[in-house]
């Protein structure tokens, strides 16, 4: 069986004509030339707004408060607020954790989608660990409150965001994983109501601990932590729903792709213990291997039934065909999405899920973020030319000057640790790639 010389290719255009969600009501900012005193009337409007709606988050109604967190998310969606984040970097982080713990279902859902565009507004650094040690403990603890799938699901998003940006070390990303988990295997005698989770948060767990699963070398986790996760995700994937399916494809994707069902299998013949025991985990690792494989195949043809949208079962067959020839052949996905006129590619399943998963989270502000949120430039090596798609040449405020411009500025501090980190999980994951159809030998 033979490795295919081709790989499955798919091309997206975005076109950053298509984001319309600025707040700024002034007529000029649709000129197709903008002058650079129009650009910061704009943004003193934006300021205005932003300062108005953090006013607002301290009123007592809550669907005052509700409303001020959608006008914050909208303009931080429309662009880069560094100067708003500069002033009020504090205020906005304690306001949305405060309604977070006392809101409804909506606010908190709010809440946490804000906290998420605000750590990914600033990027690596101390301000992003701030935001990953307030929020996590109150996130921990509100997905413990209520079933309400849209605001566990908001809240499951955000605790992936903020430790995907602000975490230091892998043990910080297992403490969210392992906070994703217990949602939908709590331990035993824990406070955690036994509360059968519904399809929508089983999707928005496990895409969530996905996304974080491609930020951490995964050769370091037990691997008792794999077999677990894998038998799992192997569960799923005959479910009747056909998201919850796809989800778990994507992470079984990522998972092979560390190689870790090739780790469990070569601890499992180093260890030096029971033989009769350790044959019986190397008998079940490959009869694991070889059920996920025909699930795989199963899913990439089915024919409906499962599901009702043809649409979603078209998209399903598509990624189990790309999961299957990776498996079998070693064959990479690769996409390309045009975004202003530029290219950006993924070549991994790493890339493609942290893709996918981000642009899901961003939705209408993905264009623009990606063309100005620097943090997106270092994690895809994406280099737009126009990343401003003005008429003229952007003027950097003072602002943004301080954040960016400073070589021993704490930004490009945090910014150089984070590129040394992804090439070094870049680099590991070379090593752990591996064609699930391959011999036993090479395990």
Not at 14 to 20: E, H, P, T, V
């Amino acid at each position: 069986m033979g490795k295919r010389s081709s790989q499955r290719k798919h091309a997206t255009m975005l076109d950053s004509d298509d984001d319309n969600s600025s707040v700024s009501s002034s007529s000029t900012a649709r000129s197709d030339r903008m002058s650079v005193s129009a650009n910061e009337e704009v943004q003193l409007d934006k300021d205005s707004l932003l300062d108005q709606a953090l006013d607002a988050l301290y009123e007592k109604r809550g669907s005052t408060r509700e409303k001020a967190l959608s006008t914050i998310i909208e303009t931080f969606n429309s662009g880069l607020q560094h100067e708003f984040v500069e002033k009020k970097f504090a205020t906005l982080l304690h306001q949305c954790i405060a309604s977070i713990k006392k809101g409804s279902a909506k606010e908190v859902s709010l809440a946490s989608h804000a906290i998420g565009l605000l750590a990914l507004t600033v990027g690596c650094g101390d301000n992003a660990r701030e935001i990953l040690e307030e929020t996590v403990p109150t996130v921990s603890q509100a997905l413990k409150i209520g079933a309400d799938s849209s605001k566990i699901s908001a809240l499951l998003e955000c605790l992936a965001i903020v430790t995907f940006v602000g975490r230091n070390d892998p043990a910080e990303t297992e403490r969210s994983m392992q906070i994703m988990w217990q949602l939908v295997h709590p331990k035993l005698g824990s406070n955690v109501a036994a509360v059968k989770p519904s399809p929508a948060v089983i999707t928005a767990m496990v895409s969530a601990w996905a996304f974080l699963l491609t930020s951490i070398d995964g050769w370091s986790l037990d691997p008792k932590i794999w077999q677990e996760s894998i038998s799992y995700l192997s569960g799923l994937l005959d479910k009747d729903d056909r998201s919850v399916r796809i989800a778990a494809g994507e992470a079984l994707a990522v998972i092979f792709e560390m190689g870790s069902l090739e780790k469990l299998c070569s601890q499992v013949k180093d260890t030096g213990g029971d033989s009769t025991q350790d044959g019986k985990e190397l008998v079940h690792m490959h009869g694991l291997k070889a059920k996920v494989l025909n699930q795989v195949r199963n899913l990439s043809v089915e024919a409906g039934g499962k599901g009702s949208a043809k649409k979603d079962l078209n998209s399903q067959r598509n990624l189990f065909k790309d999961i299957l020839e990776f498996l079998e052949y070693a064959s990479f996905p690769e996409t390309l999405m045009k975004i202003g006129g530029d290219a950006l590619q993924t070549s991994t399943w790493c890339q493609l899920i942290q893709l996918n998963f981000l642009k899901h989270f961003l939705g209408g502000g993905f264009v623009k973020h990606m063309q100005e949120n620097e943090l997106l430039h270092d994690i895809f090596g994406f280099a737009p030319k126009k990343k401003y798609n003005l008429g003229v040449e952007h003027q950097m405020s003072s602002g943004e000057k301080r954040l960016y411009k400073s070589p021993n500025s704490v930004r490009n501090k945090a910014r150089t640790r984070f590129l040394n980190k992804q090439r070094m999980l870049s680099e590991g994951r070379n090593v752990g790639q591996f064609a699930v159809g391959a011999g036993d030998d090479e395990f």
